[in-house]
């Protein structure tokens, strides 16, 4: 038969008194057994706890998902290596058609090529190039969409909590909940954390609102376990 607290109690204090009498061992044991119902009698629980966090959400955090879901994304990434590579393949194709049908007269491969030198060059230029000024427009377009309007909802004081029901993200204008079913994935980057509530659109949560590194892995941890225990 369990203890009730108060027996627990007075069973402790009794030990107290006679530990001086019994060995060691047997006052370790008995008073692990006393913890053990205790914590019987209380039912303590080891089900999920719901985590929250605060932050504010700044255009810098907007631009990095942007960024992100960019350089991730199956379909953006296709059009980013066709627009990369497309160009220069034909540019290189039709180099190539010029440099044989320029030699054929002259029936010198080596001095034909030479003598186009500067145009095949445009080739390994562009897939240097094109890099940098894909970035670069790309975070022009980014930060001319952040800029239209005021934004209200999305750049001010948020409180995302999640609990193996779903996640909720609440500021002082708006407050959305979304069932872990219904969530896309859950993805960790170098300074973010993004919960995808649709193929285009995430709850962004930013390390800097953890104390340390271990409460955002935590956090990342928890949520993952939740969404994969949903979708399963």
């Not at 030479?114 to 562009?126: A, D, E, I, R, W």
């Not at 896309?184 to 995430?202: K, N, W």
């Not at 409460?215 to 993952?224: C, G, K, S």
């Amino acid at each position: 038969m369990k203890k009730a607290p108060n027996e627990a109690l007075e069973s402790m204090q009794l030990l107290l008194r006679k530990s001086r009498k019994a060995p060691l061992s047997f006052v370790v044991l008995h008073l692990a057994w006393l913890i053990f119902n205790v914590r019987q009698k209380h039912h303590i629980s080891h089900d999920p706890i719901a985590m929250t966090t605060e932050y504010e959400i700044t255009k810098d955090d907007l631009k990095a998902f942007n960024l992100y879901h960019n350089r991730h994304s199956p379909t953006a990434r296709r059009q980013y290596l066709c627009s990369w590579f497309g160009p220069a393949f034909i540019w290189l194709l039709i180099c190539t058609g010029l440099w044989y049908l320029a030699d054929q007269k002259r029936n010198a491969p080596l001095q034909t090529f030479l003598n186009l030198l500067p145009l095949f060059s445009g080739v390994p230029l562009y897939l240097l190039y094109f890099p940098w000024a894909y970035r670069r427009k790309l975070q022009k377009i980014i930060v001319g969409m952040v800029s239209e309007g005021q934004n209200r909802g999305l750049f001010s004081h948020h409180r995302i909590t999640i609990s193996p029901e779903g996640v909720i993200d609440a500021s002082e204008f708006a407050q959305t909940s979304t069932a872990w079913r219904a969530v896309e994935r859950v993805v960790a980057a170098d300074e973010y954390a993004y919960i995808y509530i649709s193929a285009l659109a995430a709850i962004i949560v930013p390390r800097r609102a953890f104390a340390g590194p271990l409460e955002f892995e935590e956090f990342v941890r928890t949520a993952r376990g939740h969404h994969e225990k949903a979708v399963a």
